[in-house]
């Protein structure tokens, strides 16, 4: 079992940054693939960025590839996202999960969800 409790969200202006972490309880952090998602009200759950066990693997979606950033410490438990140059259009809940996944983009994929951590870009 694996618990995720997502912090650092807020309220930020547009071109504003924000650095998002997510910690994880349990010894088995490192051996997860991990993953950030965000979900806009009425809107699915996409997929946002994703980092390898080692992180030797990332991956962005396209709307964020050169503004956000994906990082993880194993000996801490956390990865983060560094978000900047943000827009209003990056307003969303945003989620980390934890996972043996072979295709981090997909949602499914993931094993494990923090509760959400809620970000809003002001224009």
């Known amino acids: 079992q694996v618990q995720l409790v997502e912090s650092g969200g807020g309220l930020v202006q547009a071109g504003g940054s924000l650095r998002l972490s997510c910690a994880a309880s349990g010894r088995t952090f490192r051996y997860y693939a991990m993953g950030w998602f965000r979900q806009a009200p009425g809107k699915e759950r996409e997929f946002v960025a994703a980092?390898?066990?080692?992180?030797?693997?990332?991956y962005y979606a396209d709307s964020v590839r050169g503004r956000f950033t994906i990082s993880r410490d194993n000996a801490k438990n956390t990865v983060y996202l560094q978000m900047n140059s943000l827009k209003p259009e990056d307003t969303a809940v945003y989620y980390c999960a934890a996972g043996m996944v072979s295709d981090s983009s997909r949602k499914d994929e993931y094993d494990y969800w923090g509760q959400g951590t809620q970000v809003t870009v002001s224009s």
């Open positions: 980092i390898s066990r080692t992180g030797g693997n990332i």
